[in-house]
């Protein structure tokens, strides 16, 4: 058997995993059938089998009488897993007729279908039940917390059926198992809509990996819910696998505060701990003194300029940044004039790659990619900055997210199209020459490829997945293209060398 990880116990991170043997990147570490999957606390009504959503009716299972399901023809099919099982049936029925359990009161506790399927395994599946029940919950310090008190619905409800062995603490125990270990699943898409409600899984063995910032593992889960985790960089025999619990794309406050509150503790991997994120100054502004300076704050709580020294108070950094956040909120994400202006005027007061900038810019870059789609003739102007803007963004995304990324291979992909898409126009108006276009082609074949190494990686049927699909078509597409302008060159009686194998390089790229 060939063992890629062991679970080891550490007083630090309890129960975690480390590589058995030395993983290459893009090696898969291992699948996870999830214990459970169901509704977050604010998902609207869906079906307690399949969980597509309930958009304005439903009918109730004829066995059971309880459970909303999908109307007219019911789920789709086939179903790798019907979540309202006969086990569950049977349960419901039972509760049906001694405690007066009915569909409404499922419609109104949709929130708690989690904890309660989750309690229901301790006795259809009671080993598994007590691999759930080691997991880490912090229960301690939810205690008597406004978390705590969210949940006495859930726990009135879960009582209210009088289920053998279950009372309050088991509720909230459950409950906080689910809240800390818990990751996102996108549950089946709306048919014609294509949208989805974003579900909460949890996965036995991937919940005892270990949080870093910098994660050295890659997730994905699939439209049968089946959890792959693969090394998104090399790992050598012994190393801890890890998994960042939280946004690569946030800065440091951020990241720490989501892990406070969901996962209650504090980071010190080394990203953390840097004041300067890896040398991308991602929570940084401008200094105002000598306005050449980045301000970070230092290990001491200090927010300092590294060109001139000066040091600034908190208050006044949080306020800066807090104006910043809030101008973002209330512009229209979808106007490129809009986020140009957003652009432009932030980046006199914060770093060049803030994360509140890094974000605007992805968004640009996807409203400029859909105009270029939707132009029957996209001007120059708007490639070109469209090339810019991914440009800006990769070095960042290589640093906080090395190895294998969907936002590397995205950003990757979105900027191979803008190379072809410009390099093409101006070919076609006879700007550039044969051997200058051929040039760009290979500089975009290179991303391209980069990219589709990492989405082979992704289910078929997530839309990462799906663009790779687009990317092997347009790889073809791609060398179709690169075959007919050398037939070109060639018919004009040259020969092509690559840009890297000439004597006098070309100077730089389009």
Known sequence: MNIRYEVLRSDKLGRYLVAAKDLKAGEKILSDEPFVIGPSSDTSLVCHNCYLPLISKFIVCKSCAVAPLCPDEGCPQPLTYNWHSKSEC?????????????????????????ILRSILKKKTEPEAWEEFMQLETHIEKR?????????????????SLDLDGVDTNLVQKVCAAVDVNSFDVRGPRIPVIGCSEILRGIYLKTSLMAHDCVGNTHLSI?????????????????????????????????RQQHLLVGKYFKCTCHRCLDSTELGTYLSSVLCSEC???????????????????????????????????????VINK???????EYIRNVSLLLAPNHYLLLEAKQRLAGVLRDLISRETRPTKKVMRRKLQLCNELLPVIEKLIPGISRTKAITMYELHAAMVQLARKMFDGREITGLAYMDELLHAETYLKRALEMLFIEPGNSPEGELCAKALEEYRALKATMNSVLDGIHAEGKTYVNAADRETPSQGHI
Not at 144 to 149: G, R
Not at 291 to 314: E, F, P, R, T
């Open 291 to 329: 306005k050449i300076g980045l301000v970070s704050m230092n290990k001491n709580g200090i927010w300092v300029c590294n060109n001139c020294k000066k040091d600034y108070a908190q208050t006044h950094i949080d306020k800066k940044i807090q104006g910043c956040s809030d101008k973002f909120d």
């Open 143 to 159: 205690k008597n917390t406004s978390v705590w008190q969210y949940y006495q619905n859930t726990v009135k409800f879960i009582e």
């Open 222 to 254: 699939n439209d049968n819910n089946l959890l792959v985790c693969h090394a998104r960089i090399d790992i050598k025999k012994g190393d801890i696998i890890y998994f960042n619990y939280t946004d690569p794309l946030k800065g440091t406050k951020l």
């Open 334 to 340: 979808k106007d490129e004039k809009e986020l140009e």
């Open 90 to 114: 049977e349960i419901f029925k039972t509760l049906k007729l001694t405690k007066g359990l009915n569909p409404m009161v499922m419609v109104q506790n949709v929130g708690s279908l989690i």
